[in-house]
């Protein structure tokens, strides 16, 4: 079987699972205490003396009668007494096996640890977010603040977020850039991040590529918000995350993007282009740019895997995958990864990092099955082709070779983590830093040209108005010989 190529985002450990004993024989229930009901000829210790009646006659005929119906009576409810609780019993036996064999299939549950419970609760409060109208810092606090178990302020993140946002633009505004303008208001979020700047009377130094872990392998929390605004220094998925942040609360446009083992920025200029912001090395790149990774295949464009502008809902299914990637790193794997997995999938189905993480999942949880069933080696034919004798298992295999084909049709490629740091230094060429301030400085022409615009047509509106005005407040004198 194929082997799953380890996540380049986040390398997850998965941890060995002990195995467990083997089935216990199902034991026969202990016999009821109420006897045999079943047996039409058995009578009930309390009710084996029936009180009797004096015969003859009549009455004697009647009383019988009246005996006998009794009698029936109180075997028929015995018997259906017998009944329901066999049936019970037969139910709690069931139920049993099914727990049992549950035990077999499913993965251990992690519950008992501390803090597990915290990603539960934010399991639940994402999933009472509006899927097209949430905010991204309350998002993110959740996934982050369930590492935290649940102990950071969300109104402290909040408000330091909200404040960098007041203060860019009062800078826009002493520079006398156009604040209703989606370009300039993104080209400032770009120079915060890109450049020193003094903002609010304090020296703000450009954030910094961390490159000590920056696939959060050894601490998690590097891949973290609060960790870049603590430290000054991020990586591709902490720094666009703020730059949203930012421009949710400057109320303009923009949104995630991905490339092999990338996030990165776009957002729509003036002139309805799209413009590719990268942050970890402070510069706008052009498309071509990206492709030059080479590990973009055709098919990887044609199902919208990388370059694209991720929706709310998409961007959603992206916190969700990183919920269950904080959750699998911190704890391991169990059945919270792969329903967190599965509802990030719902609401993105090509999501690549998503599709990636579930099919590590699968991989932990055949291995988990096949351990449990005496397969030790998956990569050995002969062990593996016992896996048919037990067909929820077999069936568990087929579904996780489908994942990996899936993940093939969309058009991954693996990345290597070399190849990534090469592609990384190649943009911060001299070159590229050129044509970056090229792009910068003509978007800003094109819009200061707009603005321009933008003003000539508002006086001319405004001298329009101005006349009609003038024109109704004229005074024309009626003469006399007309009345």
Not at 21 to 45: D, K, M, R, V
Not at 367 to 380: F, P, S
């Amino acid at each position: 079987m194929k082997k799953l190529q380890v996540l380049t985002l986040l390398c997850i450990g998965i941890c060995g699972f002990g195995q467990i004993p083997n089935f216990p024989t199902s034991q026969a229930p202990n016999p009821s205490n109420l006897g045999n009901f079943s047996n039409p000829n058995y009578e009930s210790p309390a009710r084996s003396t029936i009180p009797s009646v004096p015969h003859g006659g009549l009455h004697s005929q009647r009383s019988s009668q009246i005996e006998q119906r009794n009698m029936a009576i109180v075997q028929e409810d015995f018997k259906r007494v017998a009944q329901e609780q066999e049936l019970t019993t037969k139910q709690q036996e069931y139920t049993g096996l099914q727990a049992l064999e549950d035990s077999y299939y499913n993965l251990p549950s992690l519950s008992g640890k501390a803090g597990t419970q915290s990603y539960y609760d934010a399991y639940n409060q994402l999933a009472s977010l509006n899927t097209d109208n949430y905010t991204v810092s309350e998002a993110n606090f959740i996934v982050e603040n369930a590492y935290y178990r649940g102990k950071q302020n969300f109104n402290q993140f909040k408000s330091g977020i909200q404040k960098t946002a007041k203060q860019l633009l009062q800078k826009m505004k002493e520079r006398k850039e156009d604040i209703e303008s989606n370009t300039d208001k993104n080209l400032m979020i770009f120079e915060y991040f890109s450049k020193d700047m003094k903002l609010g009377g304090v020296q703000h130094k450009a954030y910094k590529y961390d490159f000590d872990d920056y696939m959060g392998q050894k601490d998690h929390s590097k891949m973290f918000v609060s960790k870049l605004l603590k430290t000054g220094s991020g990586q591709c998925h902490s720094m666009p995350l703020l730059y949203l942040m930012l421009a949710e609360e400057m109320n303009t446009e923009a949104s995630l993007a991905y490339a092999p083992n990338h996030i990165y920025i776009k957002f729509l200029d003036e002139e309805g282009e799209w413009q590719n912001a990268e942050l970890t090395n402070g510069i706008f790149t052009a498309n071509s740019l990206i492709l030059e990774s080479g590990y973009i295949k055709s098919e990887a464009l044609q199902n919208d895997i990388y370059m694209k502008s991720l929706s709310k809902k998409e961007l959603l299914a992206q916190f969700y995958a990183d919920l269950a990637n904080g959750y699998a790193h911190k704890y391991g794997m169990d059945e919270f990864v792969g329903k967190t997995l599965d509802k990030a999938l719902e609401y993105s189905p090509n999501n690549i990092y998503a599709n990636q993480l579930k099919s590590m999942y699968q991989q932990a949880r055949l291995t988990y099955v096949a351990n449990q069933l005496g397969i030790k080696d998956l990569e050995n034919p002969e062990e593996l082709q016992n896996i048919r004798f037990y067909p929820k298992a077999q069936a568990l295999l087929q579904e996780t070779k489908a994942q990996f084909n899936n993940i093939d049709n969309l058009g991954f490629v693996m990345m290597p983590e070399g190849a990534y740091e090469q592609w990384l230094g190649n943009m911060k060429g001299e070159a590229n830093k050129q044509k970056s301030e090229e792009l910068a400085e003509r978007m800003r022409q094109v819009n200061a040209e707009k603005q321009k615009q933008k003003q000539q047509e508002a006086q001319k509106q405004k001298k329009k108005e101005s006349d009609q005005s003038k024109e109704k407040a004229q005074y024309f004198p009626i003469d006399p010989k007309h009345l």
